[in-house]
């Protein structure tokens, strides 16, 4: 079965500092790749796509990667602020009836100031 | 506009009670999904919809779980003879197409189930 990794620890950052965020999967080649933030008490909000022929994606200050033979994904906050604490988790698209997602665990980021 | 909504936000249940959890997806929305979040995880798959049809039920984990969504805009999910393994914060997301893999997925703030 599928199966999606991410740092369960913590990644604890000074503010200013990039944050690189890790999500590895196996048993699956997945056409696209979606990271979510989820706050405590709310749901996850939606950040970034990638596709399975792009290498890298950017927007803003939030960078994402995909390396299709490695089957991982880094995701990188640049700059990095105590509002961007959070918990960030990595979804693959499974492309079944629908586009379920199915999702890491998820790593909680703390920017220290 | 108006995000996904769901109430309640938070339900006690006893163990071996019935409770229904609904779930108001973006208008105009087809596509509408339930997720299933322990505590420290990731959401899970239960199922999905488009419009009033369940296309995908196969993450449901007994047949004591139950959704619906009769004329394709609220679904309820309804879980009978509760359980202390079926308390999770209940989310639901709904997505503007039918079967798009690159659509956005939007949440709801989701509902804390506690069973004593």
């Known amino acids: 079965s599928q199966k999606i990794e991410q740092n369960s620890e913590a990644l604890n950052i000074q503010e200013g500092k990039t944050a690189t965020l890790t999500c590895n999967y196996t048993?699956?080649?997945?056409?696209?790749l979606q990271w979510y933030r989820q706050d405590p008490g709310r749901g996850p909000v939606f950040l970034l796509l990638?596709?399975?022929?792009?290498k890298e994606k950017r927007k803003e200050r939030l960078k994402v990667t995909f390396d299709t033979t490695l089957k991982q994904s880094l995701f990188q906050i640049t700059a990095s602020q105590p509002a961007d604490s959070a918990t960030y988790l990595c979804?693959?698209?499974?492309?079944?009836?629908?586009?379920?997602?199915?999702f890491g665990g998820g790593t909680r980021l703390m920017v220290k100031p | 506009g108006a995000g996904v909504s769901q109430s309640p936000r938070y339900k006690v249940a006893k163990r071996g009670q019935d409770v229904a959890l609904r779930c108001d997806p973006i208008?105009?929305?087809?596509?509408l999904f339930w997720y299933q979040q322990a505590l420290g995880q990731g959401p899970e798959f239960l199922t999905y919809?488009?419009?009033?049809?369940?296309?995908?039920k196969s993450g449901l984990p007994s047949d004591r779980f139950f959704a619906e969504r009769p004329e394709g805009s609220v679904s309820t999910l309804k879980i009978q003879r509760t359980q202390q393994e079926d308390s999770a914060v209940y989310l639901c997301?709904?997505?503007?197409?039918?079967?798009?893999?690159?659509?956005?997925?939007?949440f709801g703030p989701g509902t804390r189930l506690t069973v004593l």
């Open positions: 990638i596709r399975e022929n792009e």
């Open positions: 919809f488009q419009n009033e049809a369940q296309l995908d």
């Open positions: 979804a693959l698209v499974m492309g079944n009836a629908g586009n379920m997602l199915t």
């Open positions: 997301a709904s997505s503007l197409h039918p079967s798009r893999p690159m659509d956005t997925q939007y």
């Open positions: 208008s105009g929305h087809v596509s």
């Open positions: 048993n699956y080649s997945p056409a696209y």
